[in-house]
């Protein structure tokens, strides 16, 4: 109000052409909206009527007072900071204020004009002017200002759009090379960028690349510098070094680090603009959420990956589970006078102990029928020991029957599978044949457990110690050069006896502290149940492990045999 009556003050002291012309500068002030185009005419209006050769005009830019419009004034240009000294030292006599305020709307400055002075009614003139164009320049300033929030919207929207089709793209591709592609395509045609290079990597997975104009390092000789770096850094913001110097001599500008995971390290790297246009920090935020949009795919097309690699391996365990089942008897044979039960448990899919009771034809006509008892246990646990189980179990039953001892056959079968299979593995097994009419047992030790013999009549215990090394360790010409030939042993099964053949998994099962079982629990949990049926005292021991052993996981294969001689 008190701005508005100055204004009518100075108006009613103008002559009628003054007032004309006042009245079609204020026209033309408000014709535009754009600053810049305002205050030329603005400052080409004043220093026309005045017939001066220099002059300016400062306006406020972000709390500081700064020249927007420069004529005749030596070493100054539009843009720099307004000091009253260098502005009248370079010919400016009269400063005026663009409004009422101490500083206005901005400041307006002239030479002195040809006459000497400025008349007091071309003062009043000019007052006036400048009255009527601070509110000419506000309603500009506030344009300007509409536009570049309008601007800087339009830009969050258009990133926003960005995110959200780089987003969609990621969520339909589980392959970590078209994540890569639709990262780069994206960041690289938004930039405008010739020059990029990206290199990520997850621990059990191939590298993923993409590189068009930079090499990059193997990430493993970087991966300590990755896990440093911020989220984004500019190449000349890294630490000295050749993988700086390296960077910049390839004109590498920007760096994002790939870090999703601690088992997952990268780096993506992009070169100059087009146009040399500076990478700004809203470019800088904006990579860094593609950037990590980016590393969650890669991590979910990496689990989704390892996640079918995981079913396949385990319907392919589940097959060789099935496989292998078959590879035990159905059914064990029924001998008169006797009962038979054996169970088997793997610790994992597939297990490396084997068991059998096969009918022995004998090689010498008239010999009273037999059968061989085994029990076996390949070193090692899982799929390779699985694999030799069975190679074991093929190798026993091509011999039985071609051979006349025991020991012959368990020298064979070692001599086949020394041949056969790694150094490092073996296999440790009982062979106990059996003659069932007279109870005559003979058997073979090859590195196995003691297995144990319950006297029933007397309840003693008698152990069936080791006759040789185990099956397939080395040659069995060394064997018998080094004195260590398998040796044969004999027992007589009477009625109510009880044998039982057992891997070392039944004696070393292992309760939550890590004790083990061992032979004396076995024995103590079998002395009281001898009478048992033998499928009721197999299914007591399994039971009684169990209980022994609680939440403890089972970490070796466990398998039992038992026969008791019922008459």
């Not at 100075?10 to 079609?24: K, P, V």
């Not at 970490?555 to 008791?564: E, F, G, R």
Request: net charge negative; glycine share 8%.
């Amino acid at each position: 109000m008190h701005q508005d009556k100055k204004l009518v003050m100075s108006t009613t002291s103008l002559d009628a052409s003054r007032l004309e012309s006042l009245l079609e500068s204020a026209q033309l002030l408000n014709s535009s909206l754009d600053l810049d185009s305002l205050l030329g005419h603005l400052l080409r209006t004043v220093m026309g009527r005045l017939l001066v050769g220099r002059g300016f005009i400062a306006v406020e830019d972000e709390g500081t007072m700064r020249l927007a419009q420069v004529r005749g004034l030596k070493g100054l240009k539009s843009g720099d900071v307004f000091d009253e000294d260098a502005v009248r030292g370079a010919g400016i006599h009269f400063i005026y204020t663009i409004g009422e305020a101490e500083r206005g709307a901005g400041l307006l400055g002239v030479s002195r004009p040809p006459a000497g002075s400025i008349a007091p009614e071309e003062e009043a003139s000019l007052r006036a002017l400048l009255g009527l164009a601070a509110s000419s320049i506000a309603n500009a300033q506030a344009h300007t200002e509409t536009r570049r929030i309008n601007h800087e919207l339009d830009e969050k929207v258009q990133e926003l759009r960005a995110l959200l089709d780089l987003v969609r793209g990621l969520n339909s591709t589980l392959e970590p090379d078209e994540v890569a592609r639709l990262l780069v395509l994206t960041l690289t045609g938004r930039w405008a960028v010739g020059k990029h290079a990206l290199s990520v990597r997850k621990v059990g997975h191939p590298t993923v690349s993409r590189q068009k104009g930079i090499a990059l390092p193997p990430i493993e000789e970087i991966q300590e510098l990755i896990a440093e770096l911020p989220d984004a850094v500019l190449v000349a913001d890294l630490p000295e070094g050749d993988f700086k110097e390296s960077l910049l001599a390839q004109q590498a500008q920007l760096i994002f680090p790939l870090r999703s995971s601690v088992s997952t390290s990268g780096l993506l790297v992009f070169g100059s603009r087009m146009g040399k246009l500076p990478y700004t920090e809203a470019d800088l935020e904006f990579g860094e959420g593609l950037v990590a949009q980016a590393g969650v795919a890669l991590e979910n097309s990496w689990y989704v990956r390892e996640t079918l690699e995981r079913k396949k391996i385990e319907q392919e365990l589940e097959l060789a589970a099935t496989i292998q089942e078959g590879l035990f008897p159905e059914r064990l044979p029924a001998i008169k006078g006797y009962e038979l039960f054996a169970r088997n448990r793997a610790a994992r899919w597939c297990g490396g102990d084997y068991y059998d009771v096969l009918p022995v034809e004998s090689v010498a006509d008239g010999g009273e029928k037999s059968f061989l008892l085994c029990v076996a246990d390949v070193s090692g646990k899982g799929l390779p020991a699985s694999l030799l189980m069975s190679n074991m179990q093929a190798t026993l039953r091509a011999l039985l029957g071609r051979v006349p001892t025991l020991v012959e056959l368990a020298a064979r079968t070692n001599e086949l599978l020394h041949a056969t299979t790694p150094s490092n593995k073996f296999v440790t097994a009982i062979l106990l044949e059996i003659t069932p009419a007279t109870g005559e047992a003979r058997y073979v030790n090859a590195g196995h457990g003691d297995c144990l013999l319950l006297r029933g009549a007397r309840g003693e215990a008698e152990r069936l110690e080791s006759t040789g090394l185990p099956l397939g360790m080395m040659p069995s010409d060394m064997l018998e050069m080094i004195g260590k030939g398998y040796e044969e042993k004999r027992l007589q099964l009477g009625a109510g006896d009880l044998l039982a053949l057992y891997s070392d998994g039944v004696t070393e099962a292992y309760d939550e502290a890590e004790n083990e079982w061992g032979d004396e629990r076995l024995l103590e949990c079998m002395r009281p149940i001898a009478d048992a049926p033998a499928e009721a005292i197999v299914e007591k021991v399994f039971e009684e492990i169990d209980r022994f052993a609680g939440d403890a996981p089972q970490h070796d294969d466990i398998t039992l045999l038992v026969i008791k001689r019922m008459t």
